[in-house]
């Protein structure tokens, strides 16, 4: 699991990194930012449970609010468009989705986490 985590780290240091060219890059940096924080953590079966519980639920709150974004573009014939530089400034609904689907990774590995954090303290 430790590669894993690590894997993650990385990933989401990545993440951040890209971020630096977005329309809100400051709450995108911190989101990644602590995510790269939290699997370092795991790397070393460290979990605090509070935080990583929080961060779900933050993380759960802010995809409610992008949701409308992901639906229209679930609607439209072209899925392709979410790939598209040019047509993101457009169309608001390809961002709020690439936002969606980044946040949605946050938290399938805060599930993970989260499993073994309650896995460790029952163990």
Known sequence: MKFLFAFFALMFLAFAALQVND??????????????VVSVMAMF???N???LVGLA???????????PGLSEWLRQDDKSVLFD???????PYIEESREFLG???????????????FRQKAA
């Not at 809100?24 to 790269?36: C, E, F, K, R, T």
């Not at 530089?85 to 169309?91: C, I, S, T, Y």
């Not at 805060?110 to 499993?115: H, S």
């Open 103 to 117: 946040l949605l990774i946050n938290q399938l590995v805060l599930a993970v986490c989260i499993f073994r954090a």
């Open 49 to 51: 449970r509070w935080l």
């Open 23 to 36: 329309p809100d890059p400051i709450l995108w940096i911190l989101i990644y930012g602590v995510m790269a």
């Open 85 to 91: 530089d040019v047509m993101k400034m457009e169309f």
């Open 57 to 67: 639920v933050l993380y759960l709150i802010y995809m409610i609010i992008l949701f």
């Open 45 to 47: 079966n460290y979990y």
